[in-house]
């Protein structure tokens, strides 16, 4: 589960888009990043197992603005990320089937994919399960075959970039820093998979254990769709976008029936992203307004299946604005464009959750630990404080920029506009969802008078 819930395929190639240093990055992050932040998720998902997830964690520890800012960012990356994933789509269809299709069309393929997504969002997540388990299979078959390919093409072909020892060492020019976040990105969701405790026989044993091998196979697939895109394409000339299919093209020699059957696959895959995240978003959301940190639209539900309808009809809504301002925004990558604000924001929710395991270690030591991180107070500051350091520098090299060249400033603006612009209006959301629970309290207090 910890490998299906966590592989995303489309961020493959923005990863690739590093170069061959991304090798050292994804060793360096997985040790520094993911293993304590598995570790963490763990802990904290087994031991309060409530329905608000991070955001409830964050509360319990800083109070209710800081879990509202954490539902709040949790739930806002989604929308975003849909209509990021809705304009790959349909760039994919053009690739694969050679079409050149007007906007308004585009326009509309992509409106069908988000409320498609919409929709299936507003019933339990075993009525899609089979969704999953496709999807599941589909991203393996396109990791290996692109890893294969691409092994197949360098020895009969050499490599399309060299990979000597030099230039596997970290890269630290602007562009490669900017892409680091996505790495950090691809290893983000288990949190998800720690709600799972109840059913395994030995949690103690078991969560650890799916925290390393997960995170290994994790790893392992990334890199192998690296190495393809790496054989197949210069780093300088892959695109974030198409750079997947792009690179199947170059492998094969041209768009052939197998080529489109791994572009259909792909396309699934983006919907069943969507599908797997959007149950817990939702929740989280919905979890919040209840308790009034976020506004009452999240705590819509449909009455027969108790699922949080307004969050996902809000998702809809959000990513049709975007897909249908998209064409007018002067942006040549617009998926990267959006792609990048939902990175942004999904990490940005997760910095006051490292914080939170440690002052909630110290508020309430007597609560029972299913499982419980080992080491003394120094290992706990140390995975506590390297990976929340390391998000708050991977968004710094995201959204600020660093020097004024006209391709710095050309990516970064937008994002850190869009970045300024969504944290604006959560604390706008967040102020009158406290207002309501101030009237909510004080109607409460007269009626106990």
Not at 12 to 30: D, K, T, V, Y
Not at 271 to 281: I, Y
Not at 295 to 314: C, E, Q, Y
Request: glycine share 8%.
């Amino acid at each position: 589960m910890a490998v299906c819930v966590i592989l995303v395929v489309e961020s493959a190639a923005p990863a690739a888009a590093i170069g061959p240093s991304q090798f050292f990055w994804w060793g360096l992050l997985l040790l520094l990043f993911f293993l304590p932040y598995g570790l963490i998720s763990a802990e904290l998902g087994t031991t309060y197992d409530d329905e608000g997830g991070i955001y409830d964690w964050v509360k319990r520890a800083f109070g209710r603005r800081w879990g509202g800012r954490v539902a709040w960012l949790y739930w806002v990356n989604f929308p975003i990320w849909m209509a990021s994933l809705a304009v790959l789509f349909t760039g994919v269809i053009t690739q694969i089937f050679g079409l050149e299709l007007s906007i308004p069309v585009v326009i509309a393929i992509q409106l069908i994919f988000i409320w498609v997504i919409s929709a299936i969002s507003c019933f339990p997540v075993s009525d899609s399960k089979w969704i999953l388990n496709i999807a599941a299979i589909f991203k393996v078959f396109i990791m290996v075959s692109l890893g294969g390919l691409g092994i197949y093409f360098a020895i009969n072909n050499g490599m399309a970039n060299d990979l000597s020892p030099q230039n596997l060492l970290p890269d630290f020019s602007i562009d490669s820093l900017a892409f680091i976040s996505v790495i950090i990105f691809n290893f983000l969701g288990f949190e998800v998979v720690t709600t799972m405790a109840g059913d395994m026989e030995n949690p103690k044993k078991q969560i650890p254990q799916a925290i390393i091998f997960g995170g290994i196979l994790i790893a392992f697939f990334y890199l192998l769709a690296a190495f393809g895109m790496g054989a197949a394409i210069p780093t300088s000339e892959l695109s974030t976008s198409g750079g997947l299919i792009d690179s199947f093209i170059m492998l094969v020699g041209s768009v052939n029936p197998f080529v489109i059957a791994v572009g259909i696959m792909f396309m699934f895959t983006l919907a069943a992203n969507l599908v797997s995240w959007a149950l817990g978003v939702n929740y989280v959301a919905m979890y919040a307004a209840r308790n009034n940190d976020l506004p009452k639209v999240f705590r819509i539900v449909n009455p027969k299946n108790d699922m949080p309808i307004g969050a996902s009809i809000l998702n809809g809504v959000v990513a049709s604005i975007l897909v249908i301002a998209a064409p007018f925004i002067p942006n040549e990558n617009i998926f990267w464009a959006f792609f990048a604000l939902n990175v942004v924001a999904l990490l940005a929710s997760y910095i006051m959750m490292f914080p939170a395991f440690l002052r909630l270690r110290k508020i309430d030591p007597d609560r029972e630990r299913p499982f419980k991180v080992p080491g003394g107070p120094v290992v706990l500051r140390l995975i506590t404080y390297v990976p929340m350091v390391l998000l708050i520098i991977t968004l710094i090299f995201s959204i600020v920029p660093l020097d004024f060249s006209e391709a710095e400033l050309g990516t970064k603006i937008p994002i850190l506009v869009g970045s300024i612009l969504a944290i604006v209006i959560g604390e706008i959301c967040i102020h009158f969802a406290g207002k309501d629970k101030e009237k909510l309290e004080g109607v409460s207090v007269n009626e106990n008078n």
